[in-house]
Nanobody, 132 residues
Framework: QLQLVESGGGLVQPGGSLRLSCAVS????????IGWFRQAPGKEREGVSC????????KYADSVKGRFTISRDNAKKTAYLQMNSPKPEDTAVYYC?????????????????????????WGQGTQVTVSS
């Protein structure tokens, strides 16, 4: 199975920046879609962003559009979430997740979905706290 390990979380000031990393092992990333999710205390886990296996398609939750950027480097087997101008309401445990794609079919490497239940593999999470 795939293994995902998040890093880069911590305390950040409002208006600052932070970059989360997700290291993936077990499989090549050429046919693996990746998503970032978060869960705040007392709330359900929600999708933040996703990126297709090729990196050509991305989606963002409305709450983070224009502030967060998802990217990936398949050769390095790592995905990233750049967090610019974070707000206190962004405080949560952030998880990266992945699901494998078939090696056949048209445009499978362009697939990008947000529902958490679509994802097969999950990291342990990293805490992000936004506070003055």
């Amino acid at each position: 199975q795939l293994q995902l390990v998040e890093s880069g979380g911590g305390l950040v000031q409002p208006g600052g920046s932070l970059r989360l990393s997700c290291a993936v092992s077990g499989f090549t990333l050429d046919y693996v879609a990746i998503g970032w999710f978060r869960q705040a205390p007392g709330k359900e886990r929600e999708g933040v962003s996703c990126i297709s296996s090729s990196g050509g398609s991305t989606k963002y939750a409305d709450s983070v559009k224009g502030r967060f950027t998802i990217s990936r480097d398949n050769a390095k087997k790592t995905a990233y979430l750049q967090m610019n101008s974070p707000k206190p309401e962004d405080t949560a445990v952030y998880y990266c997740a992945a699901f494998r794609l078939p090696h056949t079919g048209i445009n499978v490497q362009a697939m990008c979905v947000m529902p958490p239940d679509r994802y097969e593999y999950w990291g342990q999470g990293t805490q992000v706290t936004v506070s003055s």
